[in-house]
């Protein structure tokens, strides 16, 4: 697994309401659970996050991270928080207040707008032209936060091995496509074309498959 294969993932292909892509949907939610992603960006958030910051959270599927963060008082000093998702539209347990859109990422126009950016399980399925164009647009952010899949054996090894615990085949196929689009070390800022001279870089990966990275300007707007 030297290098990453990005592949079509079968839930990008569907409604959000088809049957195959709840089920989806549903494992997405519990690996993120499980790697422990949502606690990792509350965690994060609620150590950086300042009164008056406008946050947005990128490919924000059903809601499910922005629930948590909520639920947790994690973004209530926010001055306003948006989302957007290229297939889902407003679910029904997104916060009150919370500006949703449905649109492709690389169709969104208003990223200079927001001092924090929020990415869960999504820059994986872009090549790296695409994240290199992101990555321009991220330049006037102050915090990034992104956890995305693990490019690792042992990530592999754990995906294929959630079925005895009750995973669908068919999560589990678009999680193996996941892991092999994943990011390890450096390469996630480098495909962003964030500059190590105005960025302050932190990254972590888990055993049990998560790639994290926090990326903080140096030199504020």
């Known amino acids: 697994m030297s290098s990453r294969e990005v592949e079509p993932e079968l839930l990008d292909q569907l409604p959000s309401d088809d049957p195959v892509a709840v089920k989806i949907h549903r494992d ?4 993120n659970y499980l790697m422990g992603n949502f606690r990792w960006i509350g965690r994060e958030l609620s150590q950086c ?3 008056g910051d406008r946050v947005l959270e990128i490919a924000a599927g059903q809601g499910h991270l922005l629930s948590a963060l909520a639920k947790r008082g994690v973004i209530n000093e926010a001055k306003h928080v948006a989302a957007f998702d290229a297939i889902c539209p407003r679910p029904v347990n997104c916060p009150e207040g919370v500006e949703w859109t449905v649109c ?3 169709e969104f ?3 200079r707008n927001y001092d924090v950016i929020l990415v869960c399980h999504f820059l994986h399925q872009l090549p790296a032209e695409v994240l290199r164009e992101l990555g321009e647009q991220f ?3 102050r915090l ?3 956890a995305e899949p693990r490019r690792h054996p042992l990530a592999v090894g754990l995906c294929k091995a959630s079925r005895l615990i009750g995973f669908s085949k068919v999560g589990i196929g678009d999680g193996l496509t996941s892991i092999h689009a994943g990011f390890r ?5 480098k495909m962003l074309g964030l500059n190590a001279a105005q960025w302050r870089f932190t990254y972590s990966e888990t055993w049990l498959g998560s790639y994290r990275l926090r990326a903080e300007q140096i030199n504020e707007k």
């Open 28 to 31: 997405i939610l519990r690996f």
């Open 139 to 141: 330049r006037h952010a």
């Open 109 to 111: 126009t208003d990223y």
């Open 104 to 106: 492709r990422a690389e």
């Open 144 to 146: 990034i936060l992104a």
């Open 49 to 51: 996050l300042r009164p």
């Open 185 to 189: 070390g450096e390469e996630l800022t």
